[in-house]
């Protein structure tokens, strides 16, 4: 069974940074696309980051130039390293795939999400 695993979240200080993971389980990560998304308390889901299948990177406007998408396809991860954090940064980050779709969908619209990792930025 697909499942995704994301870890790498915590408590960070303003303009600080943080490496999240996002680890596969049952399947190979490499040919297919793997977003980022966030939740914050209060709002809805918001596309940060994508990786798609031929490594072409796509990022939402607020964080362009402070995060970075990248894959290791040997250690079967996804990682989002974020830079510069800022307190509107704080959210629960997620990662999503759908099996066989190797282009990042402009909705975000996935079908498999992992649990999510609580991201903190305060001083």
């Known amino acids: 069974q697909l499942q995704l695993v994301e870890s790498g979240g915590g408590l960070v200080q303003p303009g600080g940074s943080l490496k999240l993971s996002c680890a596969g389980s049952?399947?190979?990560?490499?040919?297919?696309?793997i977003a980022w998304s966030r939740q914050a308390p209060g709002k809805e889901r918001e596309g940060v980051a994508c990786?798609?299948?031929?490594?072409?990177?796509y990022y939402t406007d607020s964080v362009k130039g402070r995060f970075t998408v990248s894959r290791d396809s040997a250690r079967n991860a996804v990682y989002l390293q974020m830079n510069s954090l800022r307190p509107e940064d704080t959210a629960v980050y997620y990662c999503a795939t759908d099996d066989g779709v190797r282009h990042c969908k402009r909705n975000y619209g996935y079908s498999y999400w992992g649990q999510g990792t609580q991201v903190t930025v305060s001083s």
């Open positions: 049952g399947f190979t990560l490499a040919p297919y696309a």
């Open positions: 990786i798609s299948g031929g490594d072409y990177t």
